[in-house]
């Protein structure tokens, strides 16, 4: 069971190997004491027992996290955060291995006012979607990101 907020809660996707992976994100303290929200994983291969919790790294406050599972076991995490009073999509990457925590790295952060944002896995990468502009003139963007090499 997670406490959150149902705007922006957890986000599931399930592997080949039927494992569960989610992610969401939860109120911490930071190193001054104060409240923030951070961006967390875990993963399950029985559905019951999961695995210590391991933070994402992000650089702004995180929201609206999405995952999907690729080829070979990446692990793709896509949210939204706020940093300097903008909200941008970013993406972070990983493989699975069930025996080492998965080492996300930030492949894409985009500068521009973006939010929202929803991703699909592709045989060859992985399909990510989010909105840009005022909620008066709001646009749908679309990128295809490759698979890691």
Same mark, same amino acid.
């Given at each position: ?5 149902? *705007?922006? %809660?957890?986000? /599931? ?16 303290? =930071?190193? %001054? #004491?104060? *409240?923030?929200?951070?961006?967390? @994983?875990?993963?399950?291969? =029985? %559905? ?5 919790? !391991?933070?994402?790294?992000? &650089? ?5 996290? !999405?995952?999907? /599972? ?9 949210? $939204? &955060? !706020?940093? +300097?009073?903008?909200?941008?999509? /970013? ?5 699975? =291995? @069930? ?7 930030? *492949?894409?952060? +985009? &500068? &521009?006012?973006?939010? @929202?944002? /929803? ?5 060859? #990468? ?10 008066? $003139? ?6 295809? @990101?490759?698979?890691?090499?």
């Amino acid at each position: 069971m997670l406490n959150g907020c149902p *705007e922006n %809660g957890p986000a /599931v996707a399930v592997d080949q190997a039927n494992a569960i992976h989610v992610v969401w994100p939860t109120l911490v303290h =930071d190193a %001054g #004491g104060a *409240e923030t929200l951070a961006l967390f @994983y875990t993963t399950s291969r =029985d %559905g019951r027992l999961f695995t210590k919790r !391991q933070r994402i790294p992000t &650089e702004g406050v995180p929201r609206h996290p !999405q995952i999907a /599972v690729g080829p070979a076991r990446t692990i793709t995490v896509a949210w $939204d &955060e !706020q940093l +300097t009073g903008v909200r941008r999509v /970013v993406i972070a990457r990983g493989t699975v =291995d @069930y025996t080492n925590p998965v080492r996300f790295a930030r *492949e894409s952060v +985009t &500068e &521009e006012a973006r939010t @929202y944002p /929803v991703i699909a896995s592709l045989p060859d #990468g992985t399909l990510v979607a989010w909105t840009s502009g005022s909620t008066a $003139d709001s646009v749908l963007r679309v990128a295809r @990101y490759p698979a890691p090499k």
